[in-house]
């Protein structure tokens, strides 16, 4: 185990795939929620008002306003663009994918007392997708050879890690000079490199939610969920350096590829409690614990180092074992506050805010049986998280309008709180939506378009000398979302 300083970025990818740094605590923690089509219409703001089974999963107490029991479906395609910019050149990557964002089942029993329905609840929800790519290349000063060169000083050559210096070392990218822990490559300061690097990332986090709740009078609507996140997380990294105008001796060109694989499971308890004011106006509350996730990184590295000499051109290969570390994530709490707004007969407007400090995430090595080296490792990279990250406020708000008969329109925006403590600016990404919707008295359809937008700042490598710029890429990141669910509602009379 190894950790590697990272540096910030809006939305996360890790410099290193083999380790636990601050910015994968992030990813896991940082969740957009997707969910039904009338709920991401509005931007997914109905945690007042209930009757969608979305809106459950950011206030439970939404489980108590069904009046019928009902069944909803929503698939869904996504379009993930992201614009590199690196050395003042361009780049545009698109990745679509198509996934279930929402099966949900809501079972409503009618009481003949002032408890007015007792309602149980199970779904599948989307919390978070991964899915884009992008790829840059360039000519700039320096080499990834110097970063291996930085991990292997002060070590001998059996200290190196396996995944990228000890690689690096065993193909010849690196050696040491004049003692077994000072280390030379075939770099001299000015010297330039043709770079270039592909990016991939897949897979989510879904949560299997079981929910309860009572409608007490019509005037109370109290409910808790029992949530369970499952994480699947996939990213290979594929980099290549080459001489330019064949300028530097022995060395021809490096070629470093990364896989990561990250999957586990958590556990997290949810209240929330709605209070109608009157016929117009509900005002509702709710408390996410935080999210144990059981996690395993599975990983491996490997490096080509082609180079040349008197008698021509030649090839070392190395490839590391494939790693594996199982180790516990605790994300922080979360607290949330929402309101509805009925227009009588015409549609309503909601809104949400969810408060969420990120610098409460805290990795677990389980250090009863961890030795020295990895509890120092867990100790840094927790204060690398409380240090990196601060408290963010996440706002939606929307609204819907009812046509003539059965059909609905809507929108919705929201603005995603700026989790980095360096970074200026209460906001660092924002989202707007519309929708639309067909609802009889047994049965609905809602499609609605979403597109988020945000920043990134990556680097391939950093090197701590500041002799040599580490290379950095701006990606400009949206992505484009179609929602579309059907539902059916069933059971009998609605309550008094």
Do not use: C
Request: aromatic fraction near 14%; charged fraction near 20%.
């Amino acid at each position: 185990m190894r950790r590697i300083i990272i540096i910030s970025f809006l939305l996360v990818l890790s410099l290193s795939v083999f380790a636990q740094t601050a910015g994968d605590a992030l990813r896991y923690s940082y969740w957009n929620y997707g969910g039904t089509a009338r709920s991401m219409g509005v931007s997914g703001s109905m945690g007042a008002l209930g009757g969608d089974y979305s809106s459950i999963i950011t206030n439970p107490a939404s489980i108590a306003t069904f009046r019928r029991s009902e069944l909803t479906f929503s698939p869904g395609v996504n379009v993930a663009t992201v614009g590199a910019n690196f050395n003042n050149t361009k780049f545009s990557d698109t990745r679509p994918t198509v996934n279930v964002n929402q099966i949900g089942l809501v079972f409503a029993k009618a009481k003949p007392n002032k408890w007015k329905t007792i309602n149980f609840g199970i779904g599948y929800n989307r919390l978070a997708d991964f899915s884009r790519q992008f790829n840059y290349s360039g000519t700039t000063n320096g080499s990834i050879a110097d970063y291996f060169k930085e991990l292997a000083q002060g070590k001998t050559p059996n200290e190196l890690s396996d995944y990228d210096s000890g690689l690096a070392f065993d193909t010849y990218v690196i050696d040491t000079i004049g003692s077994l822990t000072q280390y030379a490559n075939d770099f001299t300061f000015g010297d330039q490199t043709q770079k270039f690097q592909s990016v991939k990332e897949s897979g989510s986090i879904g949560s299997l939610n079981i929910s309860f709740g009572g409608n007490f009078d019509h005037k109370l609507y109290i409910g808790g969920s029992i949530g369970i996140p499952f994480v699947d997380y996939r990213l290979s990294k594929s980099y290549e350096e080459s001489d330019v105008g064949d300028a530097i001796p022995f060395y021809e060109g490096i070629q470093f590829t990364e896989g990561l694989t990250t999957s586990g499971v958590g556990f997290n308890l949810n209240l929330g409690a709605i209070y109608r004011i009157n016929q117009a106006v509900r005002i509702g509350a709710a408390i996410h614990t935080p999210t144990r996730l059981t996690l395993t990184d599975s990983y491996n590295s490997t490096i080509n180092f082609d180079y040349k000499n008197s008698n021509g051109t030649g090839n070392f290969e190395g490839e590391s074992p494939i790693g594996a570390f199982e180790y516990k994530l605790r994300t922080p709490w979360r607290f949330i506050g929402n309101a509805g707004f009925i227009i009588k007969k015409s549609g309503f407007i909601s809104v949400e805010a969810e408060y969420v400090n990120y610098s409460k995430n805290k990795y677990d090595y389980d250090s009863e049986f961890a030795d020295q080296e990895t509890i120092q490792i867990e100790t840094n990279t927790n204060n690398e998280i409380n240090t990196t990250f601060q408290s963010g406020l996440n706002l939606r708000f929307g609204g819907e309008y009812v046509l003539k008969d059965f059909y609905r329109i809507r929108a919705g925006y929201a603005l995603l709180g700026n989790p980095y403590a360096n970074n200026s600016g209460m906001f660092d990404a924002s989202q707007f939506s519309v929708g639309v919707g067909y609802r009889k008295n047994n049965y609905f359809f809602d499609i609605a378009y979403q597109r988020r937008m945000g920043e990134q700042t990556y680097a391939p490598y950093v090197l701590s000398s500041g002799l040599v710029d580490s290379p950095t890429v701006t990606n400009d990141l949206s992505t484009d979302y179609i929602f579309m669910t059907i539902g059916f509602k069933f059971g009998g009379k609605k309550p008094k």
